[in-house]
Structures are given as C-alpha cells and as structure tokens.
C-alpha cells in the first residue's frame, strides 16, 4: 500500500512532531522539504536527505518563495503536510486579540492560504494529497483553552469542506488528530496561561490549570511524539487514506465523553479534572 518517491513539503519542522516526521518520511525514499521559520534548527535534517526551508506561515511573500522553491526543484508537490501551529491558553477576557489574531493566523489561516497555493499544481497533475494537523481540540473544549479551540475547530470544518471540494479532481484531505503527545506544546502553553492571566480575578484558577498542564508535559504518561509520526506517515503512504487518524493519549476517551456528557456535566468534569473550584 505504500507508494515510494513523493514530493513533500512539510510545515512546523523545526522540532517535535514535524521534525520527527520529516525524518521517517525522508527514509521511506520520500522527497522531503521541511519548512519552518528557524532553519538552522533543522540543518541536522540534510543528513537524511530532507532539504530545510525558511517559510514563515504567516507571511504571504515567504510562503509563495517556499512553494516556488519546491516546484522550481521538482515541478511538483504531491503532499503538503499542513503541521505548523501553537497554543496559546488563556482566559477569553484576557488574551489580548493580538494573541488570539496571530493563533488563529498561524493555525487556520497560514494553513489555509498554503492549501490555496499548492491546490492549482495538484490539480494540474491530477493527483495530490493535503494532510491537516489538527487536534482533539477541535472535537472537545478545555477550561482556558478558548482562542485555541477556536482555531483547531476551524481546522477541523476547512478540512471537511475542502476534502469534499477536492474529491471531483483526485485529491485527499486527510485531519490528523493528536491527543496528549509529550512535545513543549503543553509547557509552552502552560506559560502563555501564566501569562495572560497575572493580575486578573483568573489567576489562582489558570495557575493552577498551568501547573497541571506543565506536570503532565514534563511526565511520562503522555504518549510519544512517534505515534503522530507514524498517523502522518500512514497517510501519505495509503492509496486509500481515512479522513481522520486520531491518536495519541486520551484521543479517543476524551471525544468519547465530550460527545456522551451533557454539556454542563462535562464543565464539571474539567473544573475536578483541573482540581479547580469556580
């Protein structure tokens, strides 16, 4: 079921998951260019025969340089893998829009508009394949994550809409749908919730909140990085991928019983989860 010799060009590579993945794409004999914004970080990635390139998400100009990149190399693009974005946690009142404007420009719009750039060379081809990361965080809520959720919600009803926009002219949409995965997603996110909410009536509760997010992405109960590895990994390489690979800790639980629990049930179950009293 594998087909060998694709050209990817892969998002958010400069550590984690995307980095993971570019790796264990490149040995399968993928041709792979890994983008991010700090290009040295993925200088080690050469060793492996990926080609690293600047790209930043949320700037028009660097993102059509990259695409040209890639074409003018390899006249083609057979899969985008849509793997930038981050999390930025905090109370609906007190992430500046700012915040919440560049999270949703990084997650929603940075992938979107890089859907738009490659859809016209897969079609000229005839084939392609766009592989979305997005997240639990767009099937269930938690407390704090808002402007988050926000994003990866939206992730989720792009890729639903363009998967059936694409079927007419032989191109996939797949969604990736992490669930706990041991990166500094969460240590980071942590952080931003400290931040935004130093000196508002949120604090004790987001601290709190933040001091659990931290422990559990300092732990071992997560699930490694690799298992999101080998969901991107599957597909790109199936003929016939699924529209969604969710995986990861508590991927399925969590959209389980976000989906059984009424909805005030399950704002309890966060606030005791979180072991916060509001």
């Known amino acids: 079921m594998k ?18 993945a570019s790796v264990a794409l490149a040995r399968q004999g993928h ?8 290009v040295e970080l993925m200088e080690p990635l050469r060793k492996e025969g990926v080609v690293p390139i ?15 990149a890639v074409m003018e190399a390899e006249s083609r693009i057979d899969v985008l893998v849509n793997n930038a974005g981050f999390g930025y946690f905090g109370a609906i009142e007190t992430v500046a829009m700012e915040e919440a404007r560049r ?20 079609r000229r081809q005839g084939s392609g394949r766009i592989v979305n990361t997005s997240s639990i965080a767009g099937k269930m ?13 939206s992730v989720e009803a792009f890729s639903d809409a363009l998967r059936m926009e694409m079927r ?10 992490p669930g706990g995965i041991k990166t500094d997603w969460g240590i980071i996110a942590a952080r931003h919730l400290k931040e935004s909410s130093a000196g508002t009536p ?14 559990a992405y300092s732990g071992r109960w997560l699930s490694k990085p ?28 969590g959209v389980f019983f976000h989906w059984l629990l009424p909805a005030r049930w399950w704002d309890a179950l966060m606030r005791r989860f979180c072991r916060i009293k509001i």
């Open 3 to 20: 087909a060998k010799g694709k050209v990817i060009l892969l998002t958010g590579a400069s550590s984690g998951i995307g980095y993971d």
């Open 31 to 38: 041709k792979v260019y890994a983008a991010a914004r700090r």
């Open 54 to 68: 600047r790209m930043d998400v949320t700037d028009e100009q660097s993102m059509q340089e990259g695409v040209r």
């Open 103 to 122: 999270q949703i420009e990084v997650n929603v719009f940075g992938l979107a508009r890089l859907c738009q750039l490659v859809l016209p060379i897969m």
């Open 141 to 153: 809520v938690l407390l704090y994550g808002g402007w988050y959720h926000v994003s990866k919600f």
């Open 168 to 177: 007419p002219f032989g191109i996939d949409v797949v969604m990736i749908e």
């Open 202 to 215: 949120y604090e004790a509760t987001a601290t709190a909140e933040a001091d659990l997010l931290h422990t």
């Open 226 to 253: 690799s298992v999101i590895t080998h969901a991107i990994v599957r597909a790109v390489n199936r003929r016939c991928p699924k529209a969604r690979y969710r995986t990861g800790r508590f991927a399925h639980l």
